[in-house]
């Protein structure tokens, strides 16, 4: 473990390095971060001046769902979006034989070494959002305390889920179209669960399972006896974990070197 904690700070080193060699880049990520936040936060808004709740929830409760999954996302684009497009690109120039052939797990090498800097300076404007909108819906201290552990469980459901159509790339070589495909499952996980139909909130709950990436944290957070969504999303992440690496074990033994 120290080892991996050990190459970690490396890659955080050279994050650093990267961003303050770009900064032109470095700034409009951080403008463009902030325009996405108030395009998903304000079109919802936007609803509520209209109807008094959504569902069962109201205005306070809708809002802080959404930033709930606004503050995943941006673990999300800080610690693994960047990743996924740079394996894409290994794969097809050959890059990926001289990860694989280094002493260490290669699913840590391939979709955790590129940290994204400027991600986490809006950072504080999403806690800004969980404490106000969460204080609206009624959370406590605990309910803050307990916070954090339910965004990094729902940050390992979308590692994992990413991870598993990301092994996809060993077959179709081409990986923009998956990328896509992500990003596209990532806009259903940024809905609660009963704004779908019957079927595809079984779709999205059992075999694709983005939906429990938030709803059941949120939904525990608002009442303590809705505990068993929560539960699903402990063994999602632990059955998940063991889809990936058998995925990932297939997806090595088709792999073949680019440069062959």
């Known amino acids: 473990m120290m080892g991996y904690i050990a190459i970690y700070k490396k ?3 050279c994050a650093f390095s990267r961003a ?3 900064r032109t880049s470095f700034f409009l990520i951080v403008i463009m971060d902030i325009f996405f936040y108030a395009s998903v936060l304000g079109s919802v808004d936007f609803i509520f001046q209209h109807v008094s709740n959504i569902g069962s929830w109201n205005r306070a ?3 802080f769902f959404l930033s709930f999954m606004l503050a995943v996302d941006n673990l999300h684009m800080a610690f693994l979006s960047e990743n996924f497009w ?3 690109l290994d794969l097809r120039s050959g890059v990926l034989d001289y990860i694989f052939l280094r002493p260490v797990s290669s699913i840590f090498l391939c ?3 590129s940290i994204r800097i400027a991600s986490m300076l809006n950072t504080p404007i999403v806690i800004y959002f969980l404490i106000h909108f969460g204080s609206g819906a009624g959370l406590g201290v605990a309910d803050f305390i307990l916070l954090p552990f339910l965004l990094i469980l729902s940050l390992f459901i979308v590692a994992e889920i990413e991870i598993i159509i990301a092994t996809l790339m060993f077959w179709l070589i081409e990986g923009n179209g998956i ?6 499952l990532q806009n259903v996980a940024r809905w609660p669960d009963f704004v779908y139909g019957q079927w595809a909130k079984r779709f999205f709950t059992f075999l694709c399972p983005v939906l429990l990436i938030g709803t059941p944290s949120v939904r525990f957070l608002f009442r303590k006896t809705d505990y068993f969504p929560l539960l699903c999303q402990c063994f999602a992440v632990i059955f998940l974990y063991f889809i990936m690496t058998r995925f990932w074990s297939y997806g090595l033994r088709r792999y073949e070197s680019a440069s062959s």
Do not use: G, I, K, V
């Not at 990328?179 to 596209?184: A, K, V």
């Open 20 to 22: 303050t060699t770009f």
């Open 111 to 113: 979709f955790f070494r």
């Open 11 to 13: 890659f955080l080193d």
């Open 61 to 63: 409760q809708f809002l």
């Open 179 to 184: 990328n896509f495909l992500r990003m596209q």
């Open 86 to 88: 740079l394996f894409a």
